[in-house]
């Protein structure tokens, strides 16, 4: 397998587990993403994906939402526009089997109930809708290829922070992320991921708290939380070749997700009564790499 080969198999995959995480927010490095720091070559990659996801972290009505993307590797300088977020690897990485050291931005569009026309449920409705917050930081990471399967296999690991810059939850959240990644042959591959995100109490509030003076209104009972672990998240993703192999061209790409909503973030009325603890997420997508 070349490296432009292997930065196409990544980039194809790579799409799902962004837009699959595109809701809220995604991790700093997706398990593809992770692959292609390896690749030697420029390439780009544009896709557009069909996402099947709640009307709100936390919400048990769901809706389709159409996320596009665009993910390359120029001089070994890996990046990610999809959806509602960016990062960029600004660290070069070196072709071949080999430990990978990562580093570099990430920013999101948190779109939280930014929208009440979106929100089915009429007691969240009725609780009003938030700003969009841009949430900035960064991220530190490393993985290692040729571990299980083959010389092209690669895990990773990442943690992330970022913190709302826009004044609207005046908070942070960390992100830790294990990534695995494997080419199945010249036509396919798959990855698995794991996360899990810690908020700042500023974050919570703002998101999943009921004030006394709403309780009227929802039908909600009143609700005051503080920060700490709100999810933990594992999915799955595949990818697939429709002109040959991936080394270009189109391929088609699907995934789904579940993510476990825990600690004073379940136990809010918002999900616990409203809601559900549990979120499922669905993605099929086409990309097309240049």
């Known amino acids: 397998m070349t490296a432009k080969y292997l930065f196409s198999l990544a980039a194809a995959v790579s ?11 995604a991790p700093a490095q997706d398990p593809a993403a992770a692959l292609a720091d390896q690749a030697g070559g420029d390439s780009i990659t544009v896709g557009l994906g069909a996402g099947y996801m709640p009307d709100y972290e936390g919400s048990n009505d769901y809706q389709f939402t159409p996320v596009p993307g665009l993910i390359g590797s120029v001089s070994g300088i890996n990046f990610q526009v999809v959806g509602n977020r960016a990062n960029a690897d600004l660290i070069p990485s070196q072709p071949g089997p080999s430990w990978d050291f990562q580093a570099g931005p990430i920013g999101v569009l948190n779109f939280m109930r930014t929208k009440r ?22 991220f530190v990471g490393v993985g290692k290829t040729g571990v299980i399967t083959s010389p092209y296999d690669k895990i990773s690991l990442s943690v992330s922070y970022r913190h709302d810059v826009t004044g609207v939850h005046k908070s942070g959240i960390w992100q830790p992320t294990i990534n695995y990644f494997t080419p199945l042959s010249t036509k396919a591959a798959v990855a698995l991921f794991g996360s899990a995100e810690r908020v700042e109490t ?16 929802s039908g909600l009972p009143a609700f005051r939380g503080r920060g700490g672990w709100k999810s933990w998240t594992v999915g799955a993703v595949g990818t697939h070749s429709l002109t040959g192999d991936l080394l270009s061209g189109f391929k088609v790409v699907g995934g789904v997700t579940y993510r476990k909503l825990i600690n004073d973030v379940g136990d809010s009325p918002i999900v616990s009564i409203a809601g559900s603890r549990n979120q499922w997420l669905g993605v099929l997508g086409l990309a097309y790499t240049f």
């Open 15 to 25: 799409m799902l587990p962004t837009l699959a995480a595109a809701q809220d927010s």
């Open 117 to 138: 026309s979106s929100i089915d449920d009429p007691r969240v409705r009725a609780l009003g809708n938030r700003a969009t917050a841009l949430e900035l930081g960064g």
């Open 202 to 217: 500023g974050y919570l509030r703002t998101y999943f708290d009921v004030a006394p003076s709403q309780v009227a209104a």
